[in-house]
């Protein structure tokens, strides 16, 4: 694949707003609950576990794409794998961000719904989405999903502030005693946070938009390092807040932790957030729909834009599917699954098929 | 008035469409006959007896050259075809031919209608030069002459208008605006084909890189003050003649929200008002929708006490928020534009009526609340900050179909809208750079020249956002060079 050209490109700094807000999605609202029953009041520790591994992961994935400067993943399958299972590869990471894509929709769809509009239905909400993700790309292209996510960034960055409100409630006993998870509970709470920081996987496609590619990897480990330190923080609070009986119910902590935060002028905190969340998650939408058609057109050959007709209207009908909270759910924890795959430990396999096969390369000339 | 038969004369006459102030004066001299044509609306007939036809009248020797060369008139041109003559003629010079002579002399004695420079209206300043541009280029062009003295200034004359020829100038610091934009705008101009161009707004229009969008994506001046420093700060200007307004590009979301009194003020004191103005902007746009979508939908949000404070208000009212409040703001915007269609003395007549007579009388029949005129006021302020006029009409429309998307989707629907509108706004281009330049792409250096204001020293560098050539103004360092307590 060619290098884009000079007017597409981004700065480096660019990357760190993406990889970051593509990281922070709707798993940040209700990811204690899931990782509580797996690792109790350790919880937290497995978040900088896992965040620990993903920065080894982000190194490992620049180090693949060093190689080239110019390839995204999907060269590099064709490269690694040959053209034909290379396009099975590429066609499974495409079916990947269409799930990922699918998920984030209902996801926060579904906590719209619950919260505020318990009369509205699903696929109208799917349908919104959808239309404001095609709309967005249509004619915009990668350097509006890099101005999405930065502004989109500082537009919500201060929600953060808030969250140390519900602290006053926080009875601190409830984090001891620590390191008492056995290594096994451990290794499932790190699992089970995966879903919560996916997303850094973009980086095998956007690193050949990036202008200044030495320092891309700089700011790609300072993204990752800022949404581990977020989301430790909300499970720390969370764990500290509610009871572990009570968390173990809590569908969406971060939200109910919202309820007690009052302003004068704003009683229900969280009627706030959640369509504030709307900008959190665009991005998101974006950067995985952009993915997609990125793929689909190493796949197909056919334009970007065409290609949003297509993974537009199957998302919404794959999200229509759904009808309960309980395949919802599901749903989004098998992303989570091929996501862990995917994101956690394939970049590992890829680097060395990617140094293998080079060294070969390079053996036989 | 004599005609000679079926010579020149005849043939100009024609071209001119036989237009009864034609005039053809013929002077017998040294045994040659002169005819001096021109249409006698458009002239200077002082200028015409005193420096044309005694001339002629007191010379020896009759010839094209030799009254070529001694004339006592600024601008003359030697013309041959009779095409040319006409076209001279219709501008207002006076042609000089004489008789078995095949060129013909024109002289410029044109006496142009214009009004006298008056103080600007539609962008008024407290502070700093008060002086507009007026509908003549030749006397925007001075103006601007005088405000710029730097040698690089250049003035690039082009014709548009097919039938209705136009004279536009190009004008920009040679040494700082940026080559591309340059040619852009040049190549957008030459490739105009239309047959006239009204205004220099309308030609914003077909230099416009987005033909379906809301927004204003050039900034229109009649500030003469407020060019020269676009100008030097590595923008371009673009004056079209019979406008008192002059294109400014490439421009910015953010410019349409400064002023120059930002720049004449202290940085402390701009720096406020620019946030008042953001502030103001930013409740014109979302005040009313979110009153429609917490009255609407989520009351849980307002505390109890303000909520028994809008529930008594709105106790009246039989109509569901979004229609009261779409009839509020049509009413304001009906008052706003019989406002500015009125004269300027029935016109305020009618603000109090409009304002205070209906108002009052709107929440007394039960027909709207007290919190919702004080919601609707205020955003209609707001919409008046704007220092562009273009802006502020802008930021008026917007709000409605905000307001409906309130109305469908509470909170939610606000913030599709944002969405929306965030999206759009990155999509635009001005003359082909990024509309919401300096947040993104995010220009650090620039934000001192869009959102806030620093001190003087500060402004060493030209806004990275028009590429400016050469982008040195002083030496910073020097600037902010630390001295010792006695030195």
């Avoid at chain 1, 390092?225 to 119910?249: M, N, Y």
């Avoid at chain 2, 200007?237 to 590009?249: A, K, L, Q, Y």
Wanted: hydrophobic fraction near 50%; include cysteine; proline fraction near 4%.
């Amino acid at each position: 694949m060619k290098t884009p050209r000079e007017r597409l490109s981004i700065n480096a700094y660019l990357v760190f707003f993406l990889v970051h807000t593509v990281q922070i999605g709707l798993g940040i609202v209700g990811v204690q609950r899931v990782i509580f029953v797996e690792a109790r009041q350790d919880a937290w520790i497995a978040v900088l576990l896992s965040g620990l591994w993903i920065h080894l992961v982000v190194f490992v994935i620049c180090q693949t794409l060093k190689q080239t400067e110019h390839d995204n993943i999907f060269s590099l399958h064709t490269f690694v794998y040959g053209r034909v299972f290379g396009w099975m590869v590429n066609a499974a990471v495409v079916v990947y961000f269409l799930m990922a894509y699918t998920s984030i929709l209902l996801g926060y769809v579904e906590m719209a719904l619950t919260w505020m509009y318990p009369d509205f239905p699903l696929w109208g909400g799917a349908l919104i989405l959808v239309v404001l993700t095609v709309y967005a790309l249509y004619g915009g292209g990668f350097r509006l999903v890099a101005g999405v996510s930065f502004i989109t960034f500082f537009m919500a960055i201060w929600i953060v502030v808030v969250v140390f409100q519900p602290l006053k409630y926080a009875e601190w006993i409830h984090l001891l005693p620590i390191f008492e998870a056995t290594p096994k509970q451990m290794a499932n709470g790190v699992l089970k946070t995966a879903y919560t920081m996916l997303g850094f996987e973009v980086l095998y496609i956007i690193y050949p938009f990036v202008k200044e590619k030495e320092r891309a990897h700089r700011y790609a480990q300072l993204g990752v390092l800022l949404t581990t330190f977020l989301v430790a923080v909300v499970t720390v609070i969370a764990i500290a807040f509610f009871s572990p009986k009570q968390l173990e119910v809590t569908i969406w902590a971060s939200l109910s932790m919202f309820t007690i935060v009052k302003f004068p002028f704003i009683e229900r905190f969280e009627y706030v957030v959640i369509p504030l969340w709307l900008l959190v998650i665009l991005p998101n939408l974006l950067m995985f729909m952009w993915a997609m058609t990125r793929g689909g057109k190493a796949l197909f050959h056919v334009k970007q834009k065409y290609l949003l007709f297509v993974f537009g209207p199957m998302s919404f009908f794959v999200a229509i599917l759904f009808k309960r909270r309980a395949t919802i759910n599901e749903f989004i924890d098998q992303v989570g699954w091929y996501g862990f795959w995917l994101s956690f430990v394939y970049p590992f396999i890829l680097y060395m098929l990617v140094k293998y096969k080079a060294w070969m390369r390079e053996k036989k000339q | 008035m004599w005609f000679t038969k079926k010579n020149r004369v005849d043939d100009v006459a024609k071209l001119l469409a036989h237009s009864p102030d034609f005039m053809c004066r013929r002077i017998r001299c040294q045994g040659k006959i002169v005819n001096v044509l021109f249409l006698s609306n458009l002239i200077n007939h002082d200028h015409l007896q005193q420096n044309v036809l005694a001339f002629i009248h007191e010379q020896k020797h009759v010839s094209i050259d030799e009254l070529a060369r001694c004339l006592p008139i600024g601008a003359i041109r030697i013309c041959e075809t009779e095409k040319e003559m006409a076209s001279a003629i219709r501008d207002g010079w006076a042609v000089i031919s004489i008789e078995q002579e095949k060129r013909v002399l024109a002289v410029n004695i044109a006496e142009k209608v214009e009004r006298s420079l008056e103080k600007a209206e539609t962008e008024s300043l407290v502070l700093g030069p008060k002086i507009s541009f007026t509908e003549s280029i030749d006397t925007n062009i001075r103006i601007l002459r005088q405000n710029i003295t730097d040698k690089h200034l250049v003035t690039e004359k082009v014709e548009i208008g097919e039938r209705n020829k136009l004279e536009v100038r190009v004008v920009y610091i040679q040494d700082i605006a940026d080559e591309t934009n340059v040619q852009t705008v040049k190549q957008r101009l030459s490739e105009l084909r239309i047959d006239e161009v009204i205004d220099s707004s309308v030609l914003a229009q077909l230099l416009d890189d987005h033909a379906y969008t809301i927004f204003p994506q050039y900034l229109l001046t009649e500030l003469p003050d407020r060019l020269a420093y676009s100008l030097m700060k590595g923008r371009i200007g673009i004056f079209v003649d019979r406008s008192p307004t002059v294109i400014v590009c490439p421009t910015t979301f953010f410019s349409f929200f400064e002023t120059t009194e930002d720049i004449y003020l202290r940085w402390t004191m701009s720096t406020i008002l620019r946030a008042v103005r953001m502030l103001g902007i930013f409740a014109s746009i979302f005040l009313s929708p979110l009153y429609v979508a917490v009255i609407t939908y989520h009351y849980e949000v307002i505390p109890s006490a303000l909520l028994l404070t809008i529930g008594e208000s709105r106790s009246r009212v039989p109509f569901p928020p979004v229609i009261e409040a779409l009839f509020l703001e049509f009413m304001i915007e009906l008052l706003r534009e019989a406002g500015a269609r009125l004269p300027t003395k029935v016109g305020q007549t009618m603000g109090i009526v409009g304002g205070i007579v209906l108002g009052q009388a709107a929440v007394d029949a039960g027909f709207t609340s007290n919190v919702l005129i004080i919601i609707v006021a205020l955003s209609a302020l707001g919409s008046f900050t704007a220092p562009s006029y273009e802006m502020g009409a802008t930021i008026r429309i917007l709000r409605f179909p905000i307001i409906l998307l309130a109305a469908l989707w509470g909170l939610i629907g606000i913030f599709i809208g944002v969405s929306l509108l965030l999206i759009h706004l990155l999509k635009l281009t001005s003359l082909g750079r990024p509309y919401l330049s300096p947040v993104y792409p995010f220009r650090f250096a620039d934000i001192k020249y869009s959102l806030i204001r620093l001190p003087i020293k500060f402004y060493g560098e030209r806004p990275k956002t028009n590429r400016p050539k050469n982008s040195r103004r002083f030496s910073w360092r020097e600037a902010m060079k630390r001295k010792d307590l006695d030195e």
